[in-house]
């Protein structure tokens, strides 16, 4: 029984029937939420081809559950994207034939598909029907927590679908999209994956320690000890003709809490095109970094959906570190400059050893037993 004058002041957070979009407003408990009300909370309108994307409130009601929207339009990038989605289709091996070890997927998803296999292979399986409808382009998935909606984003990162999470906590999910940069679901599954990376692994241990285990293939740029006060914006602008030299790549400049810069890409049909096409840019990246004293190194480098390094093509940033703290730390340990001793000048060639003298010790008055005594001798003699 509540308290008379009071009233719960948390939002409400149950799910509307308009637009299965939870209740913002504050508890209003007893009563049922105003569905005639439009819902608050945020959405996404995208063109025709689900690359570009726009946030929005959703604006649904009990009165009008669809409300209409203008949808965006295609932009140049969206037709350029689409015109490579036709040639890479054009260009694409026949499943049948297709039978060598590649694995499409990244080490982070299959991971968790070894820790989840049962769990992982279900959404998997969505997934696959979701990519193989070409009607379909929006998938929404049920809450769930945050290490789960990790691996669905790992997940659509290896599918080339775009993935945003929406909603707060605990109704916060998971929402799917196909972009131009799809072109269709991976031919193997992780289960098959997974047993090509047991074999590998397998075949490295028996033919030895010189057998090199095939790594993540570099995906992206990483500048370190970047200059200080340095803004995204300022970066990008100054790259732009440099990253324009590879047209179908697009990158994504991030820092890290390390305050290292990371130009991550993406729009590669495969792992391999775009290594090499990082791999072209780098010499033009690092001459204008360089020119323009934006960062001391600028390195090769794998980072996986949330921005983890997970390999880089040298430790540069502790053999090259610089920066306020390195030059501090030069300054403290450089010793100080002690001017040496001026020569004693010579006065002869032989040089006479002499004793210190003693300190004479002051000579302690006398104390006077009697100071009477003391006092009448000195009025006699004065």
Known sequence: ??????????????????????????????????????????????????????????????????????????????????????????LNIDPATHTDDHV??????????????????????????????????????????????????????????????????????VAIFKTPRFVSAPTKTLGQCVK??????QAQQAAGPNIIVPTEPFNALILSSPQFGLTIEELESSLKADLATQPSISFTTSFLPSDEIVLRGTGAWTPQALEASVTALKPLVAQTVSRLGFAKVVALCHVDTSLNVLRREADHATKNAGGWNTVAGRSAARPATVAPPAPAPAR???????????????????????????????????
């Open 104 to 173: 499409p997927y990244s080490e982070t998803t299959l991971k968790f598909f070894r820790d989840n296999a049962k769990w992982a292979q279900t959404y998997e399986r969505e997934f696959r029907v979701f990519a193989s409808d070409p009607l379909e382009k929006r998938l929404r998935f049920k809450p769930m927590k945050t290490h789960l909606r990790a691996f669905l984003h790992s997940l659509a990162e290896d599918f080339g679908l775009d993935s945003e999470s929406q909603d707060p906590e605990p109704h916060r999910h």
């Open 196 to 201: 090509i990376r047991a074999a590998e692994s």
């Open 1 to 90: 029984m509540g308290v008379r004058g009071s009233h719960c002041s948390q939002p409400c957070l149950k799910v509307r029937k308009s637009c299965d979009h939870v209740d913002t407003d504050q508890c209003h408990a007893p009563s049922a939420c105003n569905e005639d009300k439009p819902c608050q909370a945020k959405t996404f309108v995208t063109c025709e081809c689900q690359h570009r994307k726009q946030e929005v409130r959703c604006q649904a009601s009990k009165s009008n559950p669809w409300p209409e929207r203008a949808p965006l339009k295609c932009d140049d990038e969206c037709l350029r994207l689409q015109r490579n989605a036709k040639l890479a289709a054009a």
């Open 348 to 382: 002869g060639k032989f040089v006479a050893l002499l004793k210190p003298k003693k300190k004479k010790q002051a000579e302690e008055d006398p104390v006077e037993d009697d100071w009477e005594a003391a006092a009448e001798r000195l009025e006699v003699e004065e």
